[in-house]
């Protein structure tokens, strides 16, 4: 199984930016990614999530209308689109594997255990 998340960057308040998420090799299908994030000094938190066939997207409330997933490459590639990005924004994001779905809309911190594969974090930094 692979996970390679990438895209991220040191960004001002407002710009964008595109993660990627190549996912790979995994004994079942469709996987459901998930994008999670983790702030310094906080837990894991979810942010969205899509199966690799395009299906059952969900985000969590408060990134709602600003992030956006989507999947490409018949699922071996999932993207995170983040728009208006803020200075709360800044973490190390990273994208992990489930068969089932995992959808967390009040973006309590989850366990790590909560997600079967994890990909190495890529980190989004918003400052001026």
Known sequence: VQLVASGGALVQPGGSL???CLASGFP???VYISWVRQAPG???R???GIYTD???IYYTNSVK???TTSTENAGNTVYLQLNNLKSD???LYYCAATRGMVVN???QFLPKSTFEYWGQGTQVTVSS
């Open 46 to 48: 979810w942010l969205a």
């Open 65 to 67: 209308g600003r992030f």
């Open 54 to 56: 395009g299906t059952k």
């Open 89 to 91: 924004d800044t973490a």
């Open 18 to 20: 595109r993660l990627s």
């Open 42 to 44: 906080e837990g894991l």
């Open 105 to 107: 809309l009040g973006s």
């Open 28 to 30: 079942y299908s469709p």
